[in-house]
């Protein structure tokens, strides 16, 4: 194995040792993950925008800042990329979108200015589906990206792109964002790691709103510790956004290492009856948590039962809030002040550019939503529907409260299914929807949760969900890499090799 | 003027046969240093375009943080009227799409205003009239629209516009009215000075310049007429920005007259947003839209909810400065003045003016007289408020100490205040530039006196044998040979004193 | 709850400023039924006494000193602008005052 194959085949947190200490830089890492991205992404199609020359710059002036001796965090020099639903100064930023293709955003996120500060190298942006409306990458508008386990899969959504970069060896680490289950389902499908933190625990400035009471960004990454570190280097306050949680980090790297010992003892992990008796999961996936939920025991953790009995509304609740927000919020996308213009012909009035470029910009999933949210926001619509969703939102909130009463953290499969073929979930939106079954609830209640690769199904990868409390993170870190301490190799590591 | 008589002719005739009802809702633009949601600057007449940031501009991504002093200035102004403040609140959007407003909602809030439940006191014509405050609630302006290619500047027959982002997300306090009832034929004074005393409120806390002309205060007059008895209120129109305090008046005037015209024709009111033509004193319906606009309100997720600190709020209540009317009657009595010379004051929106002028050292006496008279003839004849006058407080005072210390009479200086009004420079630089000085060199007095004397023997030998009232005569000569630029009381003196009559 | 109608989808397309197709009109009128249909649900939770939750966490009072910091060049503000004209965004011309 050459030494750029060898880079390729480490892990982020070895990566940043290794530069550390001068085995090898930046660059030379940065460089080994274009060529992997040169080599494979033709077919997996994990990449809107690949950085390139800009990413060896980059890289070259973190080995500089190395070299000078700048104290510089565990994951400097370390490549990244990022889901482009974030903004990069400079870089093309589209959420996967015909509306904002071309467009050069003039300011970074939060999330990719504190990736910078800690010398993490942007590779390139990720796929997704567009505005992170999905759980396929089937609709982003420029076309899908395939599941390395199973090119004819898909990699989950909406952030299939990270995962697959991830899983696919293209890149170390990389930033998803998380409504529904955007980060953790891809993770889940694509035995990879995804952790969504507590809201409030990522700054959202940057991050383009789908629905700002439920997203939220996080690590998507091959181990467990590496998801951590990477939320160390992501998380914390930010003054720029209103919902931001004024706190330290969870201490998470520290919870992963430990964890990482093997030793669950004393921790309480509850199952979720309702989730249990969910219609719509797979045997494979029953039964692969189900040998999770007994590894668990055998590492000392206790298992009870707990209820939620107001998990069944948590979806129908969730696809009337996300909706109504994402009405409003992607109401800023018409052909004024950036982006597309389409239709204007020096005869038609402003009233019908802006329709005509909405109509042109944006795919059907988007314009379904939008629709949708226009629908429950409604006069005489609003109480039978936004509003009831609001009421539910806190009775979900309610039943996890009192369930985190009983237990430390609570566990679940991440999605009901595994990567399933291209075209078997559009024809019918609500059949799609159901992938987020087990996600949603901790968006909802704002609450952390982490999918950690726990087994295989007719030979795909099949994801555990551990949800914690508001503020807890480390707890899911610590009983997810536990879990992950009794794999060998790790599943991430035993992803097929991508032909191209 | 006989088209004020007929005016309320024909508002007598209305309220014959129905009750009026007005609602206002008047915007004051906050003087923050920064805009509500982001930390760009709010200089006014800034280049088109300078003080914009990801966050005003709507770009993806970008998220909104309040303005404390905006929070704070939104609660004084409730304070200031009589307003309950809310313990816990939040801001909602407000959806709909206009090219000037950055992300197609506006950041406002809707059930749950900061401020609730106050009133406010007018005095009209020496009535005190109670008005009920709904709310006081914040949100932030839009940017600004050119019109290019049509006629000046209309968006009627425009090839196209272009947009200024500077004003959006400038922090808005819009203050609403419960319904206005019984007013009748006062109903346009009452408009007017209700949105007068929300002007010199909201100057008195300093949150804001008030400028009308500039648009910082600006009022969306509600009008609707009843029939009278009757107990439902009629369709009402809303004439959206009036920008001055006649336009107010005249505004309510104009859609009174109109709409009982329509009504006594048998016809209905459209309940539709119109705009008050200040050319020709007319208000004009906008396209009536098909169906209601539904604004989908619901609570800003990217704002936490405000919950002021009710400890906060007293030291805010303990804090405000001295409000206008109270200051009304304070000076009232420090100026020695009738309540019948305090409603001209009133009337003539002289009030803060005269205050100004005695703040910069004239005698409240002459300030009134200044104001009330010359200065209200000119303002009359023009067409303008007092205030839109381009002499200041500072003017007039400068002006009456001329006069105190003897360099300009009564006379000479109203042609000085015209010089002034004219742009010609402040008083004293008129009265230099124009050359119009009193004459108190003694010598060449004493010279015009002797000349004067020398030609009218008999009027001297008059005055020397005690007709004291001839002098007259002889000042009037001296008067003239010095163009009127003598003092008459020096000159009198001297005549008599070089007669020996002393 | 009602089926929603052809005519229905068409207003909120208006609303929404979506110049939808005939054909998506059918489309989309029968998928936001179906998905009507399935979120409706949400009414068969009692929750007339239950508090709507707006926000995730419960933050309250996050404001910012009112203190100027720089903001875009116009140069930067107006570099993604479909249509700019004399420092300002160009937009075809507007039929009425407000939405």
Redesign the interface.
Known sequence: MSERQRATHRTAAELGAAIATGETTSAEVTRAYLDRIGAVDGAVHAFLHVAGDAAVAQAEEVDRRIAAGEKLGPLAGVPVAVKDILTTKGMPTTAASKILSG??P??DATVVLRLRDAGLVVLGKTNMDEFAMGSSTEYSAYGPTRNPWDLGRIPGGSGGGSAAAVAAREAPLAIGTDTGGSIRQPGAVTGTVGAKP???GVSRYGLIAFSS??DQAGPVTRTVLDAALLHEVIGGHD?CD??S?DAPVPAVAEAARRGASGDLTGVKVGVVREFAAAEGAEPGVVAAFDAAVATLTKLGAEVVEVSCP?F??AL??Y??IAPSEC?SNL?RF????????S??D?T?????????T??AG?G?EV??R???G??AL?AGYYD??Y?????????V?RDFTAAFEQVDVLAAPTTPFVAFPFGSRTA???AMYLADLYTIPS????GPAISVPCGLSEGLPVGLQIMAP?MADDRMYRVAAALESTQEPRLADQTPEVTA | MSTASTATGELADVLSRYEVVLGLEVHVELG???KMF????TVFGA????????V??GLPGALP???????ESAIRIGLALDCSIAE?C?FARKN????DMPKNFQTSQYDEPICFDGALDVDVDGKTVRIGIERAHMEEDTGK?????GATGR?HG????????NRAGIPLVEIVTKPIVGTGADAPAVARAYVAAIRDIVRALGVSDARMDQGSVRADVNVSLMPIGASEFGTRTET?NVNSLRSVERTVRYEMVRQAQILDDGGVIVQE?R?FNEATGETVG??T?E?A??Y?Y??E?D???????PAWVAELRAALPELPAAKRTRLRAEWGLSELDMQAIDNAGAFELIEATVAAGAGPESARKWWLGELSRHANEAGVELSELSVTPAHVAELQSLVDGGRLNDKLARGVLAGVLAGEGTPTEVMTARGVEVVSDTGALTTAVDEAIAANPDVAEKVRSGKVAAAGVLVGAVMKTTRGQADAKTVRELILGRLGVQ | ?AA?SRE??A???????????ED?LD??AG??D???H????????A?DD????????P???????????P??S?E????????A???????????????
């Not at chain 1, 968006?443 to 704002?446: D, K, M, Q, R, S």
């Not at chain 2, 709909?96 to 090219?99: E, H, L, R, S, V």
């Not at chain 3, 930067?76 to 249509?83: D, F, I, Q, T, Y």
Request: glycine content about 6%.
């Open positions: 467009w050069l003039p300011y507590t809201y409030g009471s439920l003054p209103s919902t949680i107001h069944e509304y129908p609740a696809y009337l009405s109401a018409d052909g004024v002040r950036y982006g597309l213009r239709g204007d020096g038609r009035a402003l009233e019908e550019v802006m329709s005509l909405r109509e944006f059907p314009k379904r939008i629709m949708l226009t629908y409604s039978a529907y509003g009831q969703a609001q009421k539910v939102r806190t009775l909130t019918d939106p609500t968006n909802l209640y704002g508001t | 923050t240093r920064t982001c930390s760009c600057p280049e088109p375009n300078t003080q914009i940031c990801p005003c501009l943080v309040v303005n404390a002093v905006g929070v816990w939040r709909y799409f206009y090219p629209s050119t019109h290019v290619g968006i425009a090839t196209h516009s272009l947009v200024d982002f959206k947003t705009h906008g396209r839209k169906t606009t539904d989908r619901f609570p997720p704002l936490v909810p405000v919950a002021p600190d | 709850m929603i229905e989808v207003h909120l397309a208006r609303l929404a400023r979506l110049a939808v197709t998506e489309t989309f998928q936001l179906q998905i009507l399935s979120v409706a649900r949400v009414g068969e939770v929750a239950i508090p709507p939750t707006s926000h995730a966490v933050l309250t009072n996050v404001m910012r000193p009112d203190e100027p910091r903001g875009l116009r930067a503000a107006l570099a993604g602008a479909p249509a004209e004399d420092h300002r965004f160009r937009v075809p011309r507007i039929l009425s005052e407000e939405g």
